[in-house]
């Protein structure tokens, strides 16, 4: 019968002790050593040019010049965060930052995407704004003195594009001919970014101005061309017509005044109603067709004027 031999209980307690002191020692420098090389792996990607945006890609520019919106996201793009980690930094690039500031210092931008194209090449794509209108000073004797000449309409007046949504966006020539819809009035003194009507508002008035060339010529007046819409206050507006046949004349212009309380369909209506009446044509004749205005303020009651 062979002898059996025990260790004691405190040596295998002390060794078993040893062998978990050992392991608990091993993760820890196992975890030092992870530790260690992700924070090398951060700071190697937050200092390595190699993590650096290298080339910025524009794309979607017509009117805007590619130079200046390179200019700017390079200026936007140089430094540092708290003096360490660098702007151009793929990770760290400040997207919302330069989309953001592209919108407000370009107000012909409607909208911008930024993104990384390639590893070190940033995308950035903008669309333009489309002109909708010529937004320009008011002009004060352009309604209340229809009577006046279109000529005494002067060069200092200071216009702007304006797109669909009534946004102004950048300076624009005074135009003499109706290239597009010209506005009148209620410019803020700073209006490059600004909406000066509510959408709502500004809609309208480009609908109406749209639909009386219609009006026009299916009541036979094609010789009656729309110069401008006269922002007149925050409830009414009038439009400056002028009959061609006479446009030198200082009797050639006149006046038809709004509201917004109708829509601009009702509008056009209501004008093409008055236009197309026995009585409104039995005046004009009377009158040598010398229109003075025409007042569709009030519903359906619709009120006019000869010279």
């Not at 924070?39 to 979607?60: C, L, M, Q, R, T």
């Not at 026009?216 to 017509?241: C, P, V, W």
């Amino acid at each position: 019968m062979t002898a059996k031999t025990y260790k004691p209980a405190r040596e295998v307690l002390k060794r078993s002790t040893e062998l978990k002191k050992k392991k608990t020692i091993g993760k820890i420098i196992l975890l030092v050593v992870v530790f260690l090389i992700i924070v090398g792996g951060i700071i190697y990607a937050f200092y390595s040019s190699n993590f650096e945006i290298k080339e910025i890609e524009v794309s979607g520019y017509e009117v805007l010049a590619e130079d200046d919106l390179q200019d700017w996201i390079n200026q936007e793009l140089s430094g540092n965060y708290l003096w360490v980690f660098s702007k151009r930094n793929i990770f760290l690039y400040p997207k919302r930052h330069l989309i953001q500031g592209l919108l407000a210092n370009f107000p012909r931008l409607s909208g911008v995407e930024v993104n990384l194209n390639s590893w070190n090449r940033l995308s950035v794509h903008i669309t333009e704004r489309d002109v909708r209108t010529v937004w320009c000073d008011s002009y004060d004797k352009l309604v209340s003195e229809v009577s006046s000449s279109t000529s005494a309409i002067t060069d200092w007046r200071q216009c702007f594009f304006a797109d669909e949504k009534g946004v102004v966006f950048a300076e624009a020539p005074y135009f003499s001919d109706n290239i597009f819809v010209e506005l009148d009035g209620l410019l803020p003194e700073r209006p490059l970014g600004d909406q000066p009507l509510p959408l709502s508002k500004y809609q309208q008035v480009v609908r109406l101005a749209d639909n009386l060339p219609k009006v026009f010529f299916q009541t036979g007046n094609n010789h009656y061309r729309l110069k401008n819409i006269t922002l007149l206050d925050e409830s009414n507006y009038a439009a400056l017509i002028i009959d061609q046949t006479n446009s030198s004349s200082t009797s050639s212009t006149w006046a038809i005044y709004f509201n917004y309380e109708l829509s601009a369909d009702e509008l056009a209506s209501n004008l093409f109603s008055v236009l197309n009446s026995s009585s409104f044509k039995k005046d004009f004749q009377d009158s040598d067709g010398k229109i003075y205005r025409i007042d569709l303020r009030y519903g359906q009651k619709v009120f006019y004027e000869f010279k």
